[in-house]
């Protein structure tokens, strides 16, 4: 059973190999690198929007990337229901698109902050976190100068009524995020996005693995979700790993 | 003889030449040079391009091996780490612009150091840096921190390459002189090494990357001077650097260097299409014609001096092989980037440069890049500074009331050996997944090497790099041959703590002025130290830069000069990545060893500087079979799996060596050291010496390293073992325990050290 992810390659994006790494590498799952003036996501099953400095992240960090001749593709994507991650520039370029409510503004500290630090999973149920424990505290590395979560209060009371906010720092707060936030996916539960770098934490040779699960959950789910269409087309049963 | 009227002698020294130097211009011309033609012979005559100063003392370093594949005279140095992979590193300066404008100095320092290693077609994997600042407390001082190391984030972090590691000293003699050496190291992406040498007569010049404007004009004269009040007044010198743009030409380049159509390539930094076109065209033995409105202009109504001046960043020059233009343009347009065809490789060996549809200058390529003045200068005496502080003596700094650990606690909160956590969690570490010891995990930043796309990796899937910037400047300061030679020694050994075999060096010599005996004393001894080093641990030097003129003259015209800096850049090669060691313990019950001799010397100390405000005493000389011996044993018991931590012993000596390997790990330790008097005391805790590491065995070992201990006569003694984090640290001297905390209390102290000097409101 493999899933095929499409990583957006823009102009100064700079974590797009290091997803491929892990989707690719370490996970032996198809991915394709789509420059971001492709239109089409042929095949592509998961979307991941990489960190880095998208166009330079001139402007307003995201807000040019929205524009991108890709991202029509993208919305229909989203739009049906499968999977889009965005991960740190990528969680911001899904704010500026409007596929996840607030913004990622300047840190509190006015710094770029690049560290390790403990992050808990607020939900389990999701495709993205079904391999983790609720309340579970995870080692995850950030790496931004704009990651403080903020929405106005009325946003913020229905992320947290929906059950939209999928993870949050751990005291102290790194950066000044409202309630905080450091990812939170659609109602769906189809778009996640978020500051820390699951990528960065999948390979132990450097020492950090808690992000592995999550796009082990992607697989497993992606397993089960095309078993079950598989069966329900012929009648065979695949011999999926998940 | 020519005869210079005043205003053509202010022009001179507004090049930053000497009438001396203008009269050789004229002899290789044969003829006066025109405003265009001056200017370019002031940038390539600088110190900062052509070594006038330097270069006789640079050709005793040993640059040869057999693993060097590129030695100096390049962009940078390669060196092959397998068979199939090979590493490119080099180290830059960018002093002088980041004392005036701290954040674009620190920004174009890492562009800059960058575009030498993507050049050669390699692709930039880690990013180091050291820094030197005056008084934390000052004010001014204070901004240049905040500037500089936002600098550097906002570049590296940007392009994404890791800053994995590197140093930051404070001491007043960086004052109005702060210090930015950065290091890029880079893995080759293609088979063949990328020069710089023009060749193939007809083939055409291609200008691609950013416009060309008019900022930093000059910036290498610039560079090459001594800083004063009136500096300010040079920013337009200073580059302006835009790191989107950095990050699309590496990708960029190094995507066309795959097309084979490149013939070479040199990247623009100091002295722009100046430089550019004469070392090209002199290290090919060629000419190059060079079309000045061809050239991508940022504004209008710019000149041929400013055409040929400017240091505007991201931008290269190549030669491409005639007719497969077609292949290679279309590359830069598709990442937003020019590419223009703007001249063409001539056979006669000069620089053309036309503006108009006139000869704007022609000089002769040599003349400008490699037919350079060279200055052999007289070397003085000791000067009455050193032979002063030789004379100190042990038995000198008096007991003040003191006891151990309030001394202990001073020199962990001192800024110079506190965490630099408050700098280095600005730099993305992590970016590119091959980060595997962070920073203050290790003595060395450790990264697994990925071959590029392309090279299968079955064959060497663990190949790991480490990486190391060191300069105890204090000590060159008191001693330049002892200390360069000591920061040779100490970077090797920080590799080796790590696991890696040290393989070559990259050296940056911050100095003062080379005109002053006593500049030109350290700046002779501090090389004379570094090529003896560099023969005695086989760690030949691959190239470098040189920066000099590091001075301040204040109002009354009074120049201070920095504490000569020879920074040591160094690569040390892990064949087994995950076999490497950081410093911290991490098991209970493992046995904590001083290898090394427990005899060490408050001479030159952070002791005697943090509680006597003192810098003075002779730093020790290298015993290099001890120093050796001591590295190898470490490497070998970390590759056998005996050693799980290990870390030098430096600046504060064994006392703080040890709380760091207890701070990096998260464990406390019971340790104890022989009985002695209160001197003895402070010179086996607080004493530095060279030679030295404190690891941690693990206890089923313990009988096989000490029979490899005994059968190397390596001196060491056996300290104490390693307990839980909850229980205290404990340092015992004889009968007495005279450092008692608990892990807690050094991880505050340690930590917030560096963010309370920078941040705390000013009294």
């Known amino acids: 059973m493999t899933l095929t992810f499409g990583i957006i390659v823009f102009p100064g994006s700079n974590c797009d190999r290091d997803v491929a790494y892990v989707t690719a590498d370490l996970l032996q799952q198809p991915t394709r690198l789509i420059w971001h003036q492709e239109t089409s996501l042929d095949g592509v099953d998961v979307v991941v929007l990489p960190g880095g400095f998208s166009y330079g992240d001139y402007l307003r960090c995201g807000a040019i990337a929205r524009f991108a001749p890709i991202m029509p593709a993208v919305l229909e994507h989203a739009a049906a229901g499968k999977w889009v991650l965005g991960i740190c520039n990528g969680f911001q370029i899904l704010t500026e698109l409007g596929l996840l409510p607030g913004v990622l503004v300047r840190n509190r500290s006015l710094h770029f902050i690049c560290d390790r630090v403990p992050v808990s999973v607020a939900r389990t149920d999701l495709v993205w976190t079904q391999h983790y424990h609720l309340n579970q505290v995870l080692s995850l590395p950030i790496a931004h100068g704009e990651g403080c979560y903020y929405a106005d209060g009325t946003t913020l009371a229905t992320l947290e009524r929906e059950r939209q906010v999928v993870w949050r720092y751990g005291e102290p707060n790194p950066n000044g995020s409202a309630h905080g936030i450091a990812g939170i996916c659609n109602s769906a539960g189809t778009i996640l996005g978020m500051m820390p770098h699951p990528e960065r934490a999948a390979d132990a040779l450097l020492g950090c693995t808690d992000g592995l699960a999550l796009f082990q959950g992607l697989l497993q789910a992606a397993g089960t979700a095309k078993k079950r269409s598989a069966v329900a087309c012929s009648g065979a049963s695949g011999g999926d790993q998940g | 003889m020519i005869d210079v009227s005043p205003a053509l002698e202010a022009q001179i020294k507004a090049e930053g030449l000497t009438l001396e130097e203008y009269r050789w211009v004229c002899d290789r011309l044969q003829r006066q040079p025109n405003r265009a033609e001056l200017g370019m012979f002031g940038v390539m005559w600088s110190e900062h391009c052509c070594y006038k100063n330097s270069r006789p003392l640079l050709k005793q370093f040993p640059t040869q091996g057999e693993r060097i594949l590129v030695g100096p005279g390049e962009n940078a140095g390669v060196v092959r780490i397998t068979d199939r992979l090979a590493v490119c590193f080099k180290i830059e300066s960018h002093n002088r612009p980041s004392a005036i404008e701290p954040y674009q100095g620190a920004t174009t320092g890492v562009g800059g150091i960058l575009r030498d290693i993507f050049t050669m077609g390699a692709r930039p994997v880690a990013l180091l840096n050291a820094l030197r600042f005056g008084d934390p407390q000052d004010p001014w001082v204070r901004s240049r921190v905040r500037g500089i190391v ?340 100490e970077a090797a050994r920080n590799l080796s703590c790590v696991g890696a075999v040290p393989l070559a060096v990259t050296d940056n010599l911050n100095f003062g002025s080379p005109e002053h005996p006593v500049g030109y004393w350290q700046l002779h001894e501090a090389c004379r130290g570094i090529a003896e080093a560099c023969r005695q641990l086989n760690t030949p030097v691959t190239g470098g830069n040189v920066s000099l003129y590091n001075e301040t003259i204040d109002s009354q015209g009074t120049s201070r000069p920095i504490h000569p800096t020879p920074v040591i850049g160094m690569i040390g090669l892990l064949e087994d990545v995950r076999l490497t060691c950081g410093q911290g313990w991490r098991q209970v019950g493992d046995l904590v060893y001083l290898v090394g001799s427990l005899t060490a010397s408050l001479a030159a100390s952070e002791y005697l500087y943090v509680c006597h405000g003192q810098t003075t005493g002779r730093p020790p000389a290298l015993d290099w079979n001890l120093e050796r011996t001591v590295q190898s044993v470490c490497r070998q018991g970390i590759a056998q799996g005996w050693v799980r931590a290990a870390h030098d012993c430096a600046e504060g000596g064994l006392a703080l060596a040890l709380a760091e390997a207890a701070i990096a790990g998260n464990h406390g330790a019971t340790l104890s050291l022989p009985h002695g008097d209160s001197l003895a005391v402070r010179q086996m805790l607080f004493g530095e010496a060279p030679s030295r590491i404190v690891v941690a065995i693990a206890p089923e070992y313990r009988q096989v390293w000490e029979e490899t201990l005994r059968q190397q006569q390596v001196p060491h003694y056996e300290l104490g073992v390693v307990i839980p984090a909850d229980q205290p640290f404990t340092l015992w001297v004889g009968e007495t325990a005279v450092i008692l905390l608990s892990l807690d209390e050094l991880q505050q102290c340690y930590r917030g050290a560096l963010a309370h000097a920078l941040e705390a409101p000013l009294p």
């Not at chain 2, 200073?238 to 990708?251: H, S």
């Open chain 2, 150 to 489: 936002a600098g550097i984030a906002g570049y590296g972090n940007c392009v994404g390459v890791p800053t994995i590691g590197g140093e930051t000293y404070f001491d007043p003699a960086y004052q109005r002189n702060p210090l930015v050496n950065a290091m890029a190291i880079g893995i080759l992406e293609t088979q063949e090494i990328v020069t710089s040498a023009a060749a193939g007569i007809g083939n055409p010049i291609v200008y691609v990357g950013s416009t060309t404007g008019r900022d930093g004009i000059k910036g290498a004269s610039f560079a090459s001077a001594e800083l004063s009040d009136r500096s300010e007044q040079s920013r337009p010198a200073v580059q302006v650097g835009d790191p989107f743009l950095g990050k699309c030409l590496i990708e960029a380049c190094l995507e066309s260097f795959h097309t084979g159509a490149v013939v070479a390539a040199q990247d623009m930094g100091a002295a722009g299409l100046t430089c550019s076109t004469a070392e090209m065209a002199a290290k090919g033995g060629v000419g190059v014609l060079l079309d000045l409105d061809r050239v991508p202009a940022r504004e209008t109504g710019m000149v041929p001096y400013e055409y040929l001046l400017s240091e505007s960043q991201e931008r290269m020059l190549f030669v491409i092989t005639r007719g497969r233009e077609a292949e290679v343009i279309p590359i830069f347009h598709r990442w937003g980037l020019h590419a223009v065809v703007v001249g063409e490789v001539i056979a006669e060996p000069v620089v053309r440069i036309l503006w108009r549809g006139a000869v704007a200058a022609e000089v002769p390529a040599r003349a400008l890049a490699e037919d350079t003045p060279l200055y052999h200068r007289t070397l003085s005496e000791p000067p009455e500074y050193a032979t002063t502080a030789w004379n100190w003596t042990e038995s000198l700094p008096t007991e003040d009331g003191r006891s151990p650990q309030q001394i202990f606690l001073s020199l962990l909160a001192s800024p110079n050996l506190a965490s630099k956590a408050w700098i280095y969690r600005q730099y993305d570490q992590q970016v590119q997944n091959n980060t595997v010891l962070l920073p203050d995990q290790g003595d060395a930043a450790v990264i697994r090497l990925r071959p590029p796309t392309g090279i299968p990796s079955a064959a060497t899937p663990w190949v790991g790099l480490a990486a190391t910037l060191d300069c105890p400047a204090r000590y060159v300061y008191l001693d330049p041959y002892r200390g360069a030679a000591l920061a040779v020694a």
